[in-house]
C-alpha cells in the first residue's frame, strides 16, 4: 500500500514538472530562439513595455482581456499617472476613462481590408507562444522585396505586417547561405551559390526509386543522370488514349507513335501517354537560407538600447497574458504554510483517534 502511494506522488511530481518545463523553440519553425530571461516582477520594464505598446503596436493591436487600471495597480503608479499611455477615445470623443478595455484605435472591418486579416488581440500572446518566440519575433524582422510591406521574419516567415520598430532598430537584411542537403541533413555550407554548385557536382549521384504497396522502394543507383533516365525509360510503358479511354499499350513510344500514324481518326486526337512506376530522386540538392541578418541602417537606438526595448515589450506582453504571476507566488508559500500547519493538526487527530487501536 505504502509503496503504491510512493509511485503515484512520483508520477504525479514528473508530470508537474513536464507541465512546467518550458519548451524553448515552440512555434519557431526551427529557428534558434534567444532567451528572453522576462521579469514580470520589474515594474519599471513593465511601465516601459506598456508605454511602447501603447505607441507602437496599440493602433492596430488590442488587449481586450485587461484594463489600464489593472496596470497601473500592478506597476505601483495611479490612475492619473497611466493616463499617460491612453489615446484612444470612446463614443463620445472623450479620452478613454482608465477602468476601461485596451482596446486598439482600428475598426476590424477596415483592419481586414488593408491587411487581408484583421489584427490579432495579444492578451494572450504570452501564454500561447511564450516570451523567447516575443522576443526573437520583435528583433528578427528583415528587408524581403517580395512581401506587401517589404519585410519578413524570421521567427514567423511570410509575416503579414510591417516592422513597427523598424525607426527604432533601422534597417535589416539577410545574409545567405547555401547548404548541401542530403536527406534533409546540411552536409556542407557555403558563402556563394556559385561554390554550392561546383560542390554539389563531385557529390550528386542519381536514384531510381519504384512505388510499391510498402513506399518508395531504391532499385537503381547511378552517378550521371543520363544512365538514370535511360533505365527509367527502359522500364517504361506507354499508353494510347483516345478521349481519355486507353485503347492499346506499348513498350516503347516508338511503337505507340507508329500505331497512332496507322489508325487515324476523324474529330478526335490520339494522346501517348507514358506510364511508369519508377522516378528518379537526386542525392543531394541546394538549399539557400538565412544566416544571420545584419544591420545594414541604423535606427534611432542603438543595439543595446533596442535589446531594452524588445525585452521592456517581452515583460509586458507576458505579464498582461497572466497578471496573476504577480501574486500566486507568495499565493503558493501561504498555501504550503497552510498545508504544514494541517498536517499537524491531522496527524494529532489521526493519534488520538488510533491510540486505543495501538
Not at 537584411?173 to 563531385?202: C, N, Q, W
Not at 543507383?221 to 492499346?248: C, G, P, R
Not at 501517354?273 to 534611432?300: F, M, N, R
Not at 499565493?331 to 495501538?358: P, Q, R, S
Amino acid at each position: 500500500m505504502k509503496l503504491s502511494m510512493i509511485k503515484m506522488l512520483l508520477a504525479g511530481i514528473m508530470a508537474m514538472f513536464i507541465a512546467i518545463v518550458p519548451t524553448a523553440n515552440a512555434n519557431s519553425g526551427g529557428v534558434y530562439l534567444e532567451p528572453a530571461n522576462a521579469n514580470v516582477h520589474d515594474k519599471t520594464s513593465l511601465l516601459r513595455g506598456a508605454k511602447y505598446f501603447a505607441n507602437y503596436c496599440q493602433g492596430c493591436h488590442s488587449l481586450k482581456f485587461s484594463r489600464y487600471n489593472r496596470v497601473a495597480a500592478d506597476a505601483g503608479v495611479s490612475d492619473e499617472q497611466i493616463k499617460a499611455i491612453i489615446f484612444t477615445r470612446d463614443e463620445d470623443d472623450k479620452p478613454t476613462k482608465t477602468g476601461a478595455l485596451m482596446e486598439n484605435a482600428i475598426p476590424t472591418k477596415d483592419a481586414a481590408k488593408w491587411f487581408g486579416t484583421a489584427p490579432p488581440d495579444l492578451s494572450l500572446v504570452g501564454r500561447s507562444r511564450g516570451p523567447d518566440w516575443i522576443y526573437n519575433y520583435l528583433k528578427s524582422f528583415h528587408t524581403d522585396d517580395s512581401r506587401p510591406f517589404g519585410v519578413n521574419n524570421l521567427v514567423f516567415k511570410s509575416v503579414g505586417m510591417p516592422n513597427v520598430l523598424a525607426t527604432l532598430q533601422g534597417q535589416q537584411d539577410p545574409v545567405y547561405r547555401y547548404d548541401i542537403m542530403h536527406h534533409g541533413h546540411a552536409e556542407k555550407s557555403f558563402t556563394s551559390e556559385e561554390a554550392a554548385k561546383k560542390a554539389l557536382e563531385e557529390e550528386l549521384t542519381f536514384d531510381v526509386v519504384k512505388l510499391g504497396l510498402m513506399g518508395k522502394e531504391l532499385v537503381g543507383h547511378y552517378q550521371t543522370k543520363k544512365e538514370a533516365v535511360d533505365f527509367v525509360a527502359s522500364k517504361t510503358s506507354y499508353n494510347v488514349v483516345l478521349n481519355k479511354a486507353k485503347i492499346s499499350s506499348f513498350a516503347t513510344k516508338a511503337e505507340a507513335d507508329d500505331y497512332v500514324k496507322a489508325n487515324p481518326v476523324d474529330n478526335s486526337n490520339y494522346k501517348v501517354v507514358p506510364k511508369s512506376a519508377y522516378s528518379i530522386v537526386e542525392s543531394h540538392e541546394i538549399a539557400k537560407v538565412i544566416d544571420h541578418l545584419e544591420l545594414v541602417k541604423a535606427g534611432k537606438q542603438s543595439a543595446p538600447e533596442f535589446d531594452r526595448t524588445v525585452h521592456d515589450l517581452t515583460n509586458y506582453l507576458t505579464y498582461i497574458s497572466e497578471p496573476a504571476q504577480l501574486h500566486r507566488t507568495m499565493y503558493g508559500i501561504f498555501t504550503l504554510l497552510f498545508l504544514f500547519v494541517f498536517f499537524i493538526f491531522a496527524y494529532m487527530l489521526k493519534k488520538e483517534y488510533w491510540k486505543d487501536v495501538h
